[in-house]
């Protein structure tokens, strides 16, 4: 009698898809394997392409991850992509569960006029173009002097403290060799983090502002106008070792090169001609019920680039039910639900499509574990597994060729051996086709146990 098991779809290998796999192949209440689908030739989402290259520490945490994708009940499909090789009926047809973790592709709009200049950019942009992600546009100019980066949170200071930070110390990470040539090469002398509340409202946590002191010759300013409230009449610990960092750094002279960070300002414009040229702000305050409102002073920051950092925003995915104004997928315990809160069947959700963009990656662990929880609930009061359709087939059908488990070996083999060579752990491929190429290996074996019901 063939064994007969659950057919898991985890859609999206970033951090959150793979502890979803992780959380599957740990338990012992129903059998399962997992196929775990992205589409991208290669694991590790936003950890790979997020987490800045000058944090290898933190990189790191892909080593752990490995591990879930090696272990023998989960197979690799890389280069496939829901929406254009795969549908979500295909999804349900060839599984009996889907768990969608595709995270968020996109980024919150400004909404001022001029966001359209050629200069203007997400700070996504600008991280995919510096991760060497396969997508990112090329090359990322980086004539102007001054940069404006709108936003008060962590991947804020990442962009600034990449800018900024002299090529050197950046030529030991997985860069592509493009990228390190272009920051060798930059015009950039200033950037001006702007925050539309206060130094004491920021998101930024300590360690990262901590760390651009220790910048080798990058000037950290805030200029003596800005108003600080005393660090030691707030209570929260992190904020005042925030505001202790900011008190230090106020009335600092610009340097060779500088971070400046300007509070309750907001962009209402951006300026130019054919390219950013100016970017206009208004000041604010909060009122007495703690709105932020418009002071009506302006001011204009003369800059040649202006980052948005101001949040990361999912697309409507495959025709799942979607919160717009949140820009994630609704779901109710990890069960993706419909407009009236009806579950629907055999589809979850997990990371920041499932929160938004929130948490450190750790968070999408116990994130994922409760949307396993309530999944394995279902299938174990299901009957029994009822996939009847193999997603090996119908991608031979399309002409699909996902890249298996050694496809991506052989990628990060390489990887590998191009960093040896430069005396660096790795420098990433960014070519879709040697990406490809590299990761066409013999197709994964595929899962026969339940496709005789076809
Ligand atoms: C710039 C930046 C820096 C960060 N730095 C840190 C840090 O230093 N420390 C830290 O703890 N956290 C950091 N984070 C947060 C961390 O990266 C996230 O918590 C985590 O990656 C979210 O995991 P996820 O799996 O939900 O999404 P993601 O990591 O985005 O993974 C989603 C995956 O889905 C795939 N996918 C998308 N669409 C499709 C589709 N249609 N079909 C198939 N596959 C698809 C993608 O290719 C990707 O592999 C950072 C985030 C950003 C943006």
């Not at 990262?208 to 080798?216: C, F, G, K, V």
């Not at 996939?387 to 399309?398: K, Q, W």
Request: hydrophobic share 40%; net charge negative; glycine share 10%.
């Amino acid at each position: 009698m063939t064994e007969e098991f659950f057919r898991i779809a985890v859609v999206g290998t970033g951090p959150a898809g793979l502890y979803a796999a992780d959380e599957l192949v740990q338990q012992d209440r129903i059998p399962v394997r997992v196929d775990l689908i992205d589409r991208l030739c290669t694991p590790f989402g936003l950890v790979r392409y997020g987490v800045a290259p000058d944090h290898p520490r933190i990189k790191s945490v892909t080593g752990a991850l490995s591990t879930i994708l090696e272990h023998p009940l989960v197979r690799f499909l890389g280069g496939v992509e829901l929406g254009s090789d795969i549908g979500r009926s295909d999804l349900l047809a060839c599984y009996d569960a889907v768990v969608y973790a595709t995270g968020l592709a996109a980024d919150r709009p400004l909404g001022v006029p001029g966001e359209e200049l050629p200069g203007s950019h997400s700070a996504r942009e600008l991280v995919s173009w510096y991760s060497g992600h396969p997508d990112a546009a090329q090359p990322f100019s980086l004539d102007a002097e001054r940069v404006a980066v709108v936003g008060a949170g962590n991947v804020a200071l990442d962009v600034a403290r990449i800018l900024t930070k002299p090529a050197a110390a950046l030529s030991y990470t997985d860069m592509p060799e493009p990228v390190l040539a272009a920051l060798r090469a930059s015009a950039v002398r200033e950037v001006t983090v702007i925050a539309r509340r206060g130094p004491e409202h920021t998101r930024f946590t300590t360690k990262e502002l901590r760390e651009l002191d220790t910048l080798d010759g990058v000037s950290i300013r805030v200029p003596a106008d800005e108003t600080l409230p005393a660090s030691d009449t707030v209570a929260e610990r992190s904020v005042r070792a925030n505001l202790a960092l900011f008190e230090k750094w106020s009335g600092v002279p610009a340097g060779e090169r500088t971070i400046t960070f300007r509070f309750w300002r907001r962009p209402i414009e951006i300026r130019g001609e054919k390219a950013v040229r100016e970017l206009v702000l208004e000041h604010t305050a909060l009122d007495d019920t703690g709105q932020l409102v418009a002071t009506g002073g302006t001011e204009t920051l003369p800059v040649g680039v202006v980052l948005r950092s101001v949040g990361y925003h999912g697309m409507p995915i495959a025709g799942l039910p979607f919160d717009r104004s949140r820009g994630v997928v609704r779901q109710h315990a990890g069960r993706i639900v419909d407009e009236e809160g009806r579950a629907c069947s055999g589809e979850y959700v997990a990371g920041w499509l499932k929160r938004g963009p929130s948490g450190v990656i750790g968070t999408n662990r116990a994130d994922s574990a409760d949307t396993i929880a309530a999944l394995l609930d279902d299938l174990s009061t299901s009957g029994g597994p009822r996939a009847v359709r193999s997603l090996d087939d119908l991608l031979a059908r399309n002409g699909s060729r996902p890249v298996p488990l050694s496809g991506w070996r052989a990628i990060d083999s390489r990887e590998i051996a191009l960093g040896a060579e430069a005396g660096r752990d790795r420098i990433k491929i960014t070519d879709w086709s040697v990406l490809r190429t590299l990761g066409a290996h013999e197709a994964p074996t595929p899962v026969v146990s339940n496709y005789g019901r076809e």
